[in-house]
């Protein structure tokens, strides 16, 4: 399994450790606002634990815990996962981050990473991205991602805004950036 690092964090696949840090962030509703809508329970984190490593043996990728190099802590989560959960779909990003640490770069931080990911290591052709469309935050990261806007679709029963960009965009975005260092 996979551990991605940026300058602040470090991504781990889903672990048994990782149950307190996670739960605590996800029993928050205000982080599950725009995502279920309700708190998690504990069992329902455990189960997703199970469920994602399940995901990272046959798949290869899944979810990461976001852990803040300085502190050890959960942080954060992120994925990339099937859209919808159907390998018949194209790769979805995805994250959240605890309310201590929002407004901190930490979802953009570990969202850039796991892009660069999918389109280096998995080579994708195209990422999505869906949310709710109260979610302005989310809606920041994507467009900072580079990210379009493709329209409202359904997804996880509901009628979400959803952004893509390809592996082309995405590599353009980097040597803009790249370039833009340099000068």
């Known amino acids: 399994m996979t551990v991605l690092i940026t300058a602040r964090l470090r991504l781990e696949p889903f672990e048994d450790h990782h149950l307190d840090g996670l739960n605590a962030m996800n029993a928050d ?54 859209l919808g959960g159907n ?15 929002w407004r901190q770069g930490l979802a953009f931080d570990g969202a850039e990473r796991m892009a660069t990911f999918a389109f280096e290591t998995l080579q994708a052709n195209l990422l999505c991205a869906v949310c709710h469309p109260g979610n ?35 590599r353009m975005r980097a040597g803009s950036s790249a370039r833009l260092l340099s000068d």
């Not at 982080?31 to 399940?54: D, H, Q, S």
């Not at 390998?87 to 640490?101: T, Y």
């Not at 302005?136 to 952004?163: P, Q």
């Open 136 to 170: 302005i935050a989310s809606i920041a990261v994507m467009k900072k991602l580079g990210m379009r806007f493709r329209g409202v679709e359904e997804w996880y029963s509901a009628n979400d805004l959803t952004f893509e960009i390809t592996r082309n965009e995405w």
């Open 29 to 82: 509703p205000e982080v599950m606002r725009y995502l279920t809508g309700r708190p998690e329970t504990r069992e329902e984190t455990l189960a997703a634990i199970e469920r994602v490593k399940a995901r990272w043996a046959e798949w290869g990728f899944s979810w990461w815990s976001f852990i803040a190099k300085e502190s050890d802590e959960i942080v954060g989560a992120g994925c990339i996962q099937y």
């Open 87 to 101: 390998p018949a779909n194209p790769l979805e990003i995805g994250w959240r981050v605890r309310r201590d640490k």
